[in-house]
């Protein structure tokens, strides 16, 4: 077998461990972490929540968990979206969404082709609207002030825009619906950049990554698609710079800075994560660090981000955590002290994140049902 014929095997085996189922600052000020500041947040670290989308086609929900101080989990209870689920996994990141307040969690129905919003209250969430999708098999959603997002990967798939309105309504931008670099591309995660100018989609099947600029009127522009620089982009984040940090389920990490055109420029280029499927990613609120969830490997891997939006492994075997096989997201609490992942057999592990990016274990909550995707928390 050639080196070409390889690769692609590998992609399409791990793009299949995935289906089970915000970026770097560039100011050295924004990263004046001392292990005594970051002790002593954790020790004052609010109480919050994480929530995980049951995505049941009998009927989904929102299952809710109390967070504790010190990160531990409990949980609390399932609110039903008013929709349904797909009853598998979506091969995405982003199915849950919080806005950027918190007031608002937003949740997607696989199933039933549309969204559901909710306010979050001191007594959970109340369920305020639900409306289409503007597409099929909606799997991942970014909201931005009174923007959201919405990735249909059905049919020939698309995004689609909503305004959210004071009371938590939803309503459709009329002028918003944009299609992808094709059909049949596999998306996997829509996202807004930090000021809220572009939008991203990341495409497994042509590994691509779509940018669209949004105007001030909230709709999306065509969209200008870049070639990924490693194998299967799959989930993504970014912090309050405009660098973007990637995940390829390959196996590898890549990071990109957004021009003022919408262009990407690669600061790092595949770097291997040395373990198998890195689906899902997110980064810590200082951009210091960023982390992949590896459905083959039953890893987390961390990566230390440097000035210039460059990655490298904090774990030269890429393992920073050892978790269950066939985990399948990744959350983190508001203030990023606490790290969440959505285990195989749909437990929930958390982790505190030290100074040096290393992960302590903060304990595992039970198991929720075997559709579970999404994870997000505050």
Not at 37 to 64: E, F, K, M, R
Not at 147 to 168: E, H, M, P, R
Not at 285 to 310: E, H, L, M
Not at 327 to 356: H, M, Q, T
């Amino acid at each position: 077998m050639n080196t070409i014929a390889a690769l692609s095997t590998l992609a399409v085996v791990a793009l299949a461990a995935c289906a089970q189922e915000r970026g770097v600052t560039g100011l050295a000020a924004d990263r004046a972490v001392t292990v005594e500041a970051s002790s002593a947040a954790v020790a004052a670290d609010a109480p919050g929540a994480v929530y995980a989308l049951t995505n049941q086609a009998s009927g989904n929900a929102v299952a809710i968990f109390a967070r504790g101080a010190d990160g531990s989990l409990s949980w609390s209870s399932n609110v039903f979206t008013g929709g349904t689920g797909a009853g598998s996994g979506l091969g995405s990141q982003g199915a849950l969404a919080l806005s950027d307040d918190g007031r608002w969690l937003f949740a997607v129905n696989a199933g039933s082709n549309d969204v559901s919003a909710f306010q979050v209250t001191p007594g959970g969430l109340a369920l305020t609207s639900r409306v289409s999708s503007g597409g099929v098999r909606p799997i991942s959603l970014s909201v931005h002030g009174n923007l959201l997002y919405v990735l249909n990967a059905g049919g020939d798939g698309n995004i689609s825009g909503f305004s959210v309105g004071a009371d938590g309504a939803l309503t459709r931008i009329a002028g918003s619906t944009r299609g992808l670099s094709g059909s049949s591309v596999g998306p996997a995660q829509v996202s807004f950049s930090p000021n809220g100018d572009w939008l991203i989609v990341t495409e497994k099947t042509t590994s691509r990554l779509d940018v669209y600029a949004v105007g001030s009127d909230g709709v999306a522009s065509a969209a200008i698609t870049t070639p990924s620089a490693g194998g299967t982009p799959f989930g993504f984040a970014f912090s309050h710079r405009d660098e973007l940090f990637v995940s390829e389920a390959a196996g590898s990490a890549s990071s990109y800075v957004i021009g003022g055109n919408g262009a990407l420029t690669v600061a790092s280029g595949t770097v291997l994560t040395h373990q198998g499927a890195p689906c899902w990613a997110v980064v810590t609120q200082n951009g210091k660090f960023g982390y992949t969830a590896n459905a083959q490997g039953g890893s987390i891997s961390g990566f230390a981000i440097a000035n210039d939006g460059t990655i490298r492994l904090i774990d030269a075997d890429g393992r920073t955590a050892v978790v269950g096989g066939g985990n399948i997201d990744l959350a983190l609490s508001g203030n990023s002290r606490y790290l969440y992942e959505l285990d195989g057999d749909r437990s929930i592990s958390g982790f505190r994140i030290e100074a040096d990016g290393h992960l302590t274990s903060a304990g595992r909550s039970g198991t929720l049902p075997a559709s579970t995707v999404g994870l997000v928390a505050r």
